[in-house]
Nanobody
Framework: QVQLVESGGGLVRPGGSLRLSCAASVNMFSIYAVGWYRQAPGKQREVVAAATSGGTPNYADSVKGRFTISRDNAKNTVYLQMNTLKPEDTAVYYC?????????WGQGTQVTVSS
């Protein structure tokens, strides 16, 4: 059974930074596409950042220049570095991995940006 375990969420002030981590219990992690989504209260889930295996990452316009997705294939882990956080970044963040039509999701981690 595939499990994605997220960590790193929390409360941060505007302008601050957080790094989310997501560890995946899969073999051959390097072939998976990875991504981060978020869902704010009353809004639909939206993609924040995504990257195919070895590909160039793509970002939502709202986070370009502030967020960075990366991966460590040796640790089966995907990261989301979030800088210059804004109150509108407040949401539950979900990591996801995908390969051959199979799509797996983490349980979500809350990020709250507030003074």
């Amino acid at each position: 059974q595939v499990q994605l375990v997220e960590s790193g969420g929390g409360l941060v002030r505007p302008g601050g930074s957080l790094r989310l981590s997501c560890a995946a219990s899969v073999n051959m992690f390097s072939i998976y596409a990875v991504g981060w989504y978020r869902q704010a209260p009353g809004k639909q889930r939206e993609v924040v950042a995504a990257a195919t295996s070895g590909g160039t990452p793509n970002y939502a316009d709202s986070v370009k220049g502030r967020f960075t997705i990366s991966r460590d294939n040796a640790k089966n882990t995907v990261y989301l570095q979030m800088n210059t956080l804004k109150p509108e970044d407040t949401a539950v963040y979900y990591c996801t991995i995908r390969v051959f039509g199979l799509h797996y999701w983490g349980q979500g981690t809350q990020v709250t940006v507030s003074s």
